[in-house]
């Protein structure tokens, strides 16, 4: 999708939330009519009826937590800047994430530029940029094996003097077309996924005058940059 400046295009955001909320309404309809139909026969079928209603349930809840997710996402309206450092930042998403870390066996590489400028920013909203990059590398770590598992945090300035942070991960990767595609609300390739994470960090990249991208890493993974105008 589309984003203008720091609002996402109303009229294309609400076609997609529209699209992602009539999904789970349909099949609970569907679902709905096989669980009557089971139960309308001389011989009501239960079982099947029961598995019917179950299934309307978790519709009923990926219904709901699409609400939710687009009410995360449209939450910010104004940014309370202060002037910060960005490597601070980092060490609070880091340590906010220390056990899920651990756990998953991952290890991390840190490469902070000691003399950065300081930012003016949002830094609740700058951790949660850093948490989901962090979020997304772990989804991706955990398809491949432990000893490959790891994740390298980076902050320099790049040539035009903005703070650069990089999160650069040896997960899986990504397909070149589905590249094109991760910034698009509701876009995910995973089974639990809401496909929200990126278009978070993009509008909140985004209201800090800053962009976000991602390339493939080598000689696996994907590597996401981000700057601030500092
Ligand atoms: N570090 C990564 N490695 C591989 N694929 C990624 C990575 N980060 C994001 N993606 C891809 O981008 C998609 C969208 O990410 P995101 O917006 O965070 O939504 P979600 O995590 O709910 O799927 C993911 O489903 C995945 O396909
Ligand atoms: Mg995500």
Known sequence: ????????????????????????????????????????KPQPDVARAREAAERIVSNGFHASNVIRGIRAMLRRESLETAPLRI???????????????????ISIKLRLSPDLRMVLADRTQLQQV?????????????????????VEVSTCLDENGS??????DSGVGLDEQHLGRIFEPFFTTRKEGMGLGLSICRAIVEAHRGRLWATPSLPRGVTFQFTLPS
């Open 130 to 150: 850093i948490v989901n990059l962090m979020r997304n590398a772990i989804d991706s770590l955990a398809q491949v094996p432990k000893r490959s598992r790891s």
């Open 87 to 105: 490597n601070d930042v980092v060490a609070d998403a880091l340590a906010s994430l220390s056990r899920q870390l651990r756990r998953s066996g």
């Open 1 to 40: 999708m589309r984003q203008q400046g720091r609002m996402f295009e109303a009229d294309e955001l609400a076609a997609s939330i529209a699209h992602e909320v009539n999904q789970p309404l349909a099949a609970i309809v569907a679902n709905a009519q096989c669980c009557l139909v089971s139960l309308g």
């Open 163 to 168: 703070v650069l942070v990089a999160v650069s």
